[in-house]
Structure formats: structure tokens, C-alpha cells
Nanobody, 117 residues
Framework: QVRLVESGGGLVQPGGSLRLSCATSGFDIRFNDMYWYRQAPGKERELVAVISSLGNRNYSEAVKGRFTVSKDIAQKTIYLQMNNLKPEDTAVYYC???????????WGQGTRVTVSS
């Protein structure tokens, strides 16, 4: 069974850092593109970062230069390193595996990030 479990969220002051983790099971991240999304209160869910199966990375303009997506094949985990956090980064962050190889799209349950002084 495909499963995604996010962790690492919390309360941080502006300018601080957090590292989010997305622990995966039920599939091989070597062969899948993986996505990070976020949803702020009262707003639609938005794409934050993508790491392809080949390790290529793309970011939204809002986080480019501050966030870094990575993966650890051995740990079966996707990471999102978030630096220089701003209040507007406050959101629930989700990990997503798109449908592929006959397996339906899968989302994690989300982890909440609050940036506030």
C-alpha cells in the first residue's frame, strides 16, 4: 500500500528554518517524481517544489532561493529544507505522489508550519 507521512512542521520565527520530511512506503521513489504543496488558511493548495525521478528540481517563484527539495533513496524519504522563512510561508505542507505505474495519486496527511514572532 502506498503511503506518505509528513513530519517536521512547527512554529518558527521569521528568518528561521525548518526541514520537512515525507516518509514513503509502498513504492520506489527512484522511479517517481515527487511534489511538495502547501495550503495557507483561506487559500487554494499551491505547488511549492518538485523533484523528478532523475533528481531535477523546480520551485515556485515564492520559495525559489529559500527552499531546497531533496531525497534519500535509502531512507525512502523526501525532504524540504526551508530557510529564511516568512509569515507568508505559514501553511499546511503536503507531499504528493502523482498517479504512475498503475498506482493512483497519493497525498500525505500534511504537516503544519507556522511562521510568527
Amino acid at each position: 500500500q502506498v503511503r506518505l507521512v509528513e513530519s517536521g512542521g512547527g512554529l518558527v520565527q521569521p528568518g528561521g528554518s525548518l526541514r520537512l520530511s515525507c516518509a514513503t512506503s509502498g513504492f520506489d521513489i527512484r522511479f517517481n517524481d515527487m511534489y511538495w504543496y502547501r495550503q495557507a488558511p483561506g487559500k487554494e493548495r499551491e505547488l511549492v517544489a518538485v523533484i523528478s525521478s532523475l533528481g531535477n528540481r523546480n520551485y515556485s517563484e515564492a520559495v525559489k532561493g529559500r527552499f531546497t527539495v531533496s531525497k534519500d533513496i535509502a531512507q525512502k524519504t523526501i525532504y524540504l529544507q526551508m530557510n529564511n522563512l516568512k509569515p507568508e510561508d505559514t501553511a499546511v505542507y503536503y507531499c504528493r505522489r502523482p498517479s504512475a505505474l498503475g498506482i493512483p495519486e497519493t497525498w500525505g496527511q500534511g504537516t503544519r508550519v507556522t511562521v510568527s514572532s
